[in-house]
């Protein structure tokens, strides 16, 4: 505004150490060019070196204008112009503002007003949803209803069919046990008239007795004839005769050749040892000489009629006891003449078989029984003071014999019977039978029991007839 009438082209600017307030740098040039007309003056307004053509004051003032005539308007009246143009701009902003203020109220309400219909539409459909799902619960709670009363109505009658069965089986359990007891006295009564019957059948057709051979004890002999002998020889003597020869070898015995068991009579008896060799020496003997036998008293004929009442009476104790025998042997087994070695082993051994057999069913103490002696076996199982000849229950492995196989003499037997053979595996011999059928079911302990002495009994009498045969 106060530059120059226009003429020549203005002076490059001073470059400015840094932004100063325009109002009061220009105050102090004015103040400051009082009086000062040098040509390198320059303008507080445009700040360039030109003359001077107005004063401070009306500087100061703001009345000045442009010299080339430009602009006539003075800078009073501009800036005047300025701060109307600047309020008005403000009144205009504030009408603008206000009017855009309703119309982004208006926005504001719409977005609102729309999300309130989507929430309402979302509300609606789970309305619809929650009002199917509450119908489906009330169909499946009729249901569920009906479903409930049937199975009450249904357990009422199982309560009444419970109590029904109850009281019918406390009439059963009566009745079981008053039948349990007319069974046990029956069964008693059984028991009795089996021993009645067996008593009766082993003192009338089948006695068997003890029959002492009437040989002297070598102690006896020995001081009668030599009154001088020295103890240690009357003790050999005697320890001798404790001794049996059975089949080519000596043998320990407690029940030698002294005694014999006889059967439906003094003449018809067994060593009481179970040696049989006089019946194979007769045969021998029989092929080698022809001819009839003349002999009464042979012993082979003696011993083929002691088994063959054994047989006979075996079968009819098992028919009166109602046992069944592990062995199949009919009663004219032995009845045959010149019976060979091997067939009359094997008969012995079935005999023998089921003679142990009917003993354990009827509970004859184990200490007393020896697995080759056969009619002293069948006269401990028909003895009288036998507690439990005539009983009817099965074999059971824990009421008497497991509790009684680790006592010395019916084990030892076992290994000694067999001549040093041992026993084969699984034999009644072995400590681990003990706990084989401990808690078990007594039908099974019996056929295992059974088929344990198929396997064992006819085992252990064909090792005692090998080693025989091989000495």
């Not at 009919?330 to 009917?358: D, H, M, P, W």
């Amino acid at each position: 505004m106060a530059s120059p009438s226009g003429k020549g082209a203005r002076a490059p600017e001073a470059p400015s150490c840094g932004p100063r307030p325009l109002a009061r740098d220009l105050v102090d040039a004015v103040d400051d060019a009082e009086g000062l007309y040098v040509a390198v003056e320059r303008c507080p307004l445009c700040n360039t070196t030109r003359r001077r053509l107005t004063c401070a004051k009306c500087v100061q003032s703001g009345d000045f204008v442009y010299f080339d005539g430009r602009d006539r308007e003075r800078f009073v009246d501009k800036k005047e112009r300025l701060s109307q143009l600047k309020s008005k701009q403000e009144e205009f902003q504030k009408e603008v503002l206000k009017a855009m203020e309703g119309k982004w109220i208006t926005d504001q309400l719409r977005w609102k007003i729309m999300s309130c219909k989507m929430r309402i539409e979302q509300l609606k459909q789970t309305i619809c949803k929650g009002n199917e799902e509450m119908k489906k619960n009330s169909e499946g709670l009729l249901k569920t209803k009906e479903k409930n009363q049937k199975l009450y109505t249904r357990a009422q009658r199982h309560q009444e069919k419970k109590e029904k069965i109850q009281r019918h089986n406390r009439k059963l359990g009566d009745l079981v046990e008053k039948k349990t007891i007319d069974l046990r006295s029956h069964y008693e009564r059984l028991a009795h008239l089996r021993r009645s019957h067996i008593l009766e059948l082993t003192s009338v057709i089948f006695p068997i007795e003890e029959v002492k051979t009437g040989v002297r004890d070598p102690a006896d002999v020995s001081s009668e004839s030599d009154s001088a002998m020295t103890s240690s020889t009357v003790s050999k003597l005697a320890e001798a005769r404790r001794t049996t020869y059975l089949s080519g070898r000596w043998v320990c015995d407690d029940h030698n050749g002294d005694t014999s068991i006889s059967i439906t009579g003094p003449w018809i008896s067994l060593p009481s040892n179970g040696d049989y060799s006089a019946y194979y020496s007769w045969v021998e003997e029989k092929k080698t000489t022809q001819g009839p036998d003349m002999e009464h008293n042979n012993p082979a004929h003696t011993i083929s009629a002691a088994l063959c009442f054994a047989t006979q009476l075996v079968n009819i104790l098992s028919h009166i006891l109602d046992v069944n025998l592990p062995k199949k042997l009919c009663n004219s087994e032995f009845c045959g003449e010149n019976l060979s070695r091997q067939k009359f082993t094997r008969a012995v051994k079935k005999l023998n078989a089921n003679i142990l057999y009917l003993c354990f069913s009827q509970h004859v103490n184990l200490d007393q029984l020896q697995p080759l002696h056969t009619l002293r076996n069948l006269m401990y199982l028909v003895s009288p003071s036998s507690e439990h000849l005539g009983r009817q229950r099965r074999i059971k492995g824990g009421m008497f014999f497991w509790d009684s196989l680790p006592h010395r003499p019916f084990a030892v037997t076992l290994e000694q019977g067999s001549r040093g053979v041992p026993p084969p595996p699984g034999c009644l011999a072995s400590s681990t039978w003990q706990g084989t059928f401990h808690g078990q079911d007594p039908l099974k302990c019996e056929q295992t029991l059974r088929s344990r002495w198929n396997l064992w009994i006819p085992e252990l009498l064909e090792n005692q007839m090998r080693v025989e045969t091989s000495a």
